[in-house]
């Protein structure tokens, strides 16, 4: 179990700039990878994008090239700077940790998220 928070949301003109930051406390080290989700109003949540312990990260088709995602190991930290922002990139944006522990015959899993925050791009 590790307990996820979130930072940086906020109101942002259109092509602006925001960086969300997640810090996660408990067991850091069996997390495999982070990410962000987000979840726009009347619509399901949706992958943005995420990051392995290694560093391999993966985007949506439509953040690609506006957005980056970044671990800090370390400390169990992650950030998506958020560039270029669009008015439908206005949304409540989740933090995510998949973790994994306990021996290969039997490995236990859990996903873990934080409460969101709020991300809103308007002229």
């Known amino acids: 179990q590790v307990t996820l928070v979130e930072s940086g949301g906020g109101l942002v003109r259109p092509g602006g700039s925001l960086r969300l930051s997640c810090v996660a406390s408990?067991?850091?080290?069996?997390?495999?990878?982070m990410g962000w989700y987000r979840q726009p109003p009347g619509k399901e949540r949706e992958l943005v994008a995420s990051?392995?312990?290694?560093?391999?990260?993966n985007y949506a088709d439509y953040v690609k090239g506006r957005f980056t995602i970044s671990m800090e190991n370390a400390k169990g930290t992650v950030h998506l700077q958020m560039n270029s922002l669009k008015p439908e990139d206005t949304a409540v944006y989740f933090c995510n940790a998949d973790q994994s522990w306990g021996p290969v015959e039997k490995v236990y899993k859990h996903q873990s998220w934080g409460q969101g925050t709020q991300v809103t791009v308007s002229s």
């Open positions: 990051i392995t312990s290694r560093g391999n990260a």
């Open positions: 408990g067991r850091i080290r069996s997390i495999d990878a």
